[in-house]
T-cell receptor, first 106, second 117 residues
Framework: GIQVEQSPPDLILQEGANSTLRCNFS?????LQWFHQNPWGQLINLFY???GTKQNGRLSATTVATERYSLLYISSSQTTDSGVYFC????????FGAGTRLTVKP | DSGVTQTPKHLITATGQRVTLRCSPR?????VYWYQQSLDQGLQFLIQ???????AKGNILERFSAQQFPDLHSELNLSSLELGDSALYFC????????????????FGPGTRLTVL
């Protein structure tokens, strides 16, 4: 089946810094989504982005389907951005990456 | 608050037992999704229903089954439980678009934490 790899596995930032999270996938996909799981376990669907670029406030995502990767940008990070960020791809079935754990320090 | 409710919040049971997890989607949402999150396997998509019909199937074991009822709530039944079934089970719902698919924005419930002893 399709492989999904996220990097880095862990990221620690100071509040106000910018960051880029990456998601590589091994085959063509029908769609790709980014999710955030906050430290209390709540999951939030951030973006549905099979290709192109989308922005929502301080977050934006870009997927280059032909090169099989997606990037999630977080600008001016805040402590509330802490948690784990997952990408998930759909190619037949839906597969999640292992996530990037982001810690934003005040 | 996402508008998706899941009951119970916590469930502790023994190996070999059977449990039922319940999910009520957001008002108006026709699609319901089930996910499992465990330390070993990470996040896994289990199954999706759309307006009572199974729409997509993921890594759902044969010991597990789900259904969506006419009032659109859904239940996930887990039987012959094993230690490895201990996990957080999430339900999500989404509004229909082109018949509903795994591409729609999903709203997640708080999860049910299952512990199998």
């Amino acid at each position: 089946g399709i492989q999904v790899e996220q990097s880095p596995p862990d990221l620690i930032l100071q509040e106000g810094a910018n960051s880029t999270l990456r998601c590589n996938f091994s085959d063509s996909v029908n769609n790709l989504q980014w999710f955030h799981q906050n430290p209390w376990g709540q999951l939030i669907n951030l973006f549905y982005i099979p290709s192109g670029t989308k922005q929502n406030g301080r977050l934006s995502a870009t997927t280059v389907a032909t090169e099989r990767y997606s990037l999630l940008y977080i600008s001016s990070s805040q402590t509330t951005d802490s948690g784990v960020y997952f990408c998930a791809v759909v190619s037949g079935d839906m597969r999640f990456g292992a996530g990037t754990r982001l810690t934003v320090k005040p | 608050d996402s508008g998706v409710t899941q009951t119970p919040k916590h469930l502790i049971t023994a190996t070999g037992q059977r449990v039922t997890l319940r999910c009520s989607p957001r008002s108006g949402d026709l699609s319901v999704y089930w996910y499992q999150q465990s330390l070993d396997q990470g996040l896994q998509f289990l199954i999706q229903y759309y307006n009572g019909e199974e729409r997509a199937k993921g890594n759902i074991l044969e010991r597990f089954s789900a259904q969506q009822f006419p009032d659109l709530h859904s239940e996930l039944n887990l039987s012959s439980l094993e230690l490895g079934d201990s996990a957080l089970y999430f339900c999500a719902s989404s509004a229909p678009r082109q018949g509903g698919s795994t591409t729609d924005t999903q709203y997640f419930g708080p999860g049910t934490r299952l512990t199998v002893l």
